[in-house]
């Protein structure tokens, strides 16, 4: 037996809690890990809630973010003992994920744990901080360089923005964040922004073109915000999309992509490939300042995770939630 979080849907309605699950429960998989730490994201906060139909299948153990120690294996690729990690791949949605003490996995779902972390370090990472990489990796493959001008982070205080905006930084953009939250000015500054702007500026809607301000961006929220960032690039900057926040809608035009050559580039980590997977934790092992960690990350034990899901979902955690799922 082990303790884990469990999602159900029956005729008692919709539930999350904390329950003691015996091993005969796990999926099928070939790889069993016994896990140290889970996270919270965003959409683990929607699937503990309720709040978006996140989770397809019931009962389900949530959590799309796994480090741990490899406790049996039949994928030749991994051996007991061995230190793993794992971001998405459906985990926590139609895969039993992480929130639980112990999880049976596909091998082909994860990667070495890289050593320039711990397992704590790399899950308070997690799959935000590989998604700003992502976004990241997108800018540049689209030739910007941190001369080119201004990237703005939109959801800034929260886990993806938070980890771009110090990233960004490290590499030696000017970065300029955007945040509902007032009174995270001084953490936004002390992970590198050089200005902080009110969400409110681009949650109503925008004319079709504003005055070019960006070279690039990193936008987690969609609607109105994502199509003023989009109004207001310069010519040829590039826009990266990765979260839904604000909506799934996008009442924009044509005008940025024709008129100014923008790029939208969309960002997607929970299927990307796992060779790009591999140079998105190489270059954060690189590029992300580990002191920084500290800062961006709390934790909470396994019970703490399912009341902080709904404060999460209310846009009230700052940065990231490393679970111990241990305690």
């Known amino acids: 037996m082990f303790k884990g ?9 919709y539930r999350a809690s904390v329950q003691d699950i015996d091993d005969a429960q796990l999926p099928e998989g070939d790889v069993t890990v016994r896990v140290d730490y889970s ?5 683990d906060g929607l699937a503990i809630t309720g709040k978006g139909p996140v989770v397809r299948k019931f009962p389900m153990v949530p959590g799309i973010d796994i480090a741990g120690t490899v406790e049996a294996s039949d994928n030749p690729a991994y051996k007991a003992g061995d230190r793993v990690l794992l971001n998405g791949w459906g985990v926590g949605e139609t895969h039993w994920g992480g929130l ?3 999880a049976r996995l596909k091998g082909d779902w994860l990667v070495p744990l890289p050593s320039a972390f711990t397992a704590r370090q790399a899950v308070a990472i997690g799959t935000a901080g590989y998604t700003a990489m992502l976004c990241v990796l997108a800018l540049e493959r689209q030739g910007l360089q941190p001369g080119d001008g201004e990237i703005v982070v939109t959801g800034a205080a929260g886990g993806v923005g938070s980890v771009a905006i110090a990233v960004l930084k490290q590499l030696g953009y000017a970065v300029v964040a955007v945040s509902g939250r007032p009174e995270e ?4 500054k002390q992970l590198g922004a050089a200005e902080i702007i009110d969400r409110s ?4 809607p925008g004319k079709p073109l504003g005055k070019e301000r960006w070279a690039g ?5 969609g609607s109105h915000t994502l199509a003023n960032i989009c109004a207001t690039t310069k010519y040829r900057g590039v826009v990266t999309a990765c979260g839904l926040a604000g909506g799934m809608d996008f009442p924009s035009s044509v005008a940025p992509f024709i008129l100014r050559g923008v790029t939208l580039v969309g960002i997607d980590s929970v299927m990307c490939p796992r060779p790009e997977r591999l140079v998105v934790w190489e ?3 690189r590029d992300l300042d580990v002191d920084k960690l500290a800062m961006i990350t709390h934790e909470v034990s396994l019970a703490e995770a399912i009341p902080t899901a709904a404060q999460l979902i209310e846009g009230k955690v700052r940065g990231r939630v490393v679970v111990d799922v241990n305690r």
């Open 5 to 13: 979080i469990l999602i159900e849907k029956d005729d008692a309605g």
């Open 39 to 43: 996270s919270l994201n965003y959409k």
């Open 185 to 188: 000015a001084d953490y936004l």
């Open 217 to 221: 961006a990193v936008d987690v929220v």
């Open 201 to 204: 500026v681009f949650s109503a």
């Open 100 to 102: 639980a003490c112990k």
């Open 283 to 285: 270059r954060l092992a």
